[in-house]
Structures are given as structure tokens and as C-alpha cells.
């Protein structure tokens, strides 16, 4: 287990207003990844980070932005939501700190943009 | 642009029977592959990798997979599969220079396993 906690597991929202999605992790891992999953498409990166305060975009970035102000967080957040937001948002963790180590997941957290 | 693609959408199998799950990746050079299992209402789990060396590698519960070079594959595979193996799979990718969040992945393969 690699320490990787979710919040908040479920959340069900409406059209418009801002969520945010929270990632913890105990174990002091430089590399963290926000990724959405949605049937047909499998995972899509949408930011990532490799440091405090450093942040880049991943492939699916637009109405998205993070922030990572301490190691042990990385927050989500969807400024206005939309129905195409509606999603499972699976944040990562890599082990080693190495660009081509395998990633952990925490256990998702599934949004319901109404 | 880099990809990763499976070629199976959704495949049904009875206990016991063999399983081969194609995985092609696009880019050549060297290439870290990884196959990841998402059983149902869980998160992704690590199943096996291959970064370099013996193109066969064997992963958890049975699984193994083979790096091909030529066919730019890397197909998982395992001899009998059992009903707990139901869940999807992603074959999952990086290109040059390892990840640091340029993993990519396939958009999945959804195996059911009758009893």
C-alpha cells in the first residue's frame, strides 16, 4: 500500500460550481498524477505534478487545474463543472521518483456533475 | 504521436481456458511497457513490467507477458484463467525518457471469466 488517501470518495455536484478533489499520500513521493477514467476511454492524464509548485498538463488539461503547495497534497480542481466532468478521478503516486517507475493508485473518487 | 492500443474491447472466457490480451504500442526507441488490473469497483493495480532485458516477464497471479520488438507488442497472457480474474486491463506505455507523467494507456480490455 502506498499511502495514497482520496477525498472525497463520491461527490455529486451541480453544473457550474467549483469542486475540489484531494490527494494525500504518507509517503513523501515526489511524482503525483491526476487522471480520469470514463468507459471507451481508458485513463487520461490531466496534470501531474513532480514537485512543490511544480505542475505541467497532461493530455486532457483544459477545465482543470492543480496545486500543490506541500509534498504530502495534490489537489484538483474543476473551476466550473460540467457534465463532460462527470468522471472517476484516480490519483497516482510514483514509487521510485523516477519518471519511468510504475504508478500506485489511490482508490478514485467518482463525480457527478448534475 | 505515441500510443498505446489494445485490440480487444471486451473478451468472455470460461474457467480454465487460455488468455491472450493484445497490446500494440507505437513508438519506437526504448520503452517502458507495464500491465495494470482494475478488478471491479477497485483502483488500478500493478500486474507486471518490462523495462529491458528477457523479453518474457512474469507478473502476479499467473500472468505473464512478451515484449516483441518487431511486432511493437506486448500481449498479455496466461495459461487458465479463473473466475476471480474477471476485471479489465490496461497495457500502459512510456516513451523516451521514461514517464514523469507521459505514461499512456489503452483504453482497455474487459474480461469476463464464466464459471
Known amino acids: 500500500d502506498a499511502g495514497i488517501t482520496q477525498s472525497p470518495r463520491h461527490k455529486v455536484t451541480e453544473t457550474g460550481t467549483p469542486v475540489t478533489l484531494r490527494c494525500h499520500q504518507t509517503e513523501n513521493h515526489r511524482y503525483m498524477y491526476w487522471y480520469r477514467q470514463d468507459p471507451g476511454h481508458g485513463l487520461r492524464l490531466i496534470h501531474y505534478?513532480?514537485?512543490?509548485?511544480?505542475?505541467d498538463k497532461g493530455e486532457v488539461s483544459d477545465g482543470y487545474s492543480v496545486s500543490r503547495s506541500k509534498t504530502e497534497d495534490f489537489l484538483l480542481t474543476l473551476e466550473s463543472a460540467t457534465s463532460s466532468q462527470t468522471s472517476v478521478y484516480f490519483c497516482?503516486?510514483?514509487?521510485?521518483?523516477?519518471?519511468?517507475?510504475?504508478?500506485?493508485f489511490g482508490n478514485g473518487t467518482r463525480l457527478t456533475v448534475t | 504521436a505515441q500510443s498505446v492500443s489494445q485490440h480487444n474491447h471486451h473478451v468472455i472466457l470460461s474457467e480454465a481456458a487460455s488468455l491472450e490480451l493484445g497490446c500494440n504500442y507505437s513508438?519506437?526507441?526504448?520503452?517502458?511497457l507495464f500491465w495494470y488490473v482494475q478488478y471491479p469497483g477497485q483502483h488500478l493495480q500493478l500486474l507486471l513490467k518490462y523495462f529491458s532485458g528477457d523479453p518474457l516477464v512474469k507478473g502476479i497471479k499467473g500472468f505473464e507477458a512478451e515484449f516483441i520488438k518487431s511486432k511493437f507488442s506486448f500481449n498479455l497472457r496466461k495459461p487458465s484463467v479463473q473466475w476471480s480474474d474477471t476485471a479489465e486491463y490496461f497495457c500502459a506505455g512510456a516513451g523516451p525518457g521514461g514517464s514523469q507523467g507521459n505514461l499512456i494507456f489503452g483504453k482497455g480490455t474487459k474480461l469476463s471469466v464464466k464459471p
Open positions: 505534478s513532480y514537485g512543490v509548485k511544480d505542475t
Open positions: 513508438y519506437g526507441g526504448t520503452v517502458n
Open positions: 497516482a503516486i510514483s514509487v521510485r521518483d523516477r519518471g519511468d517507475s510504475p504508478l500506485h
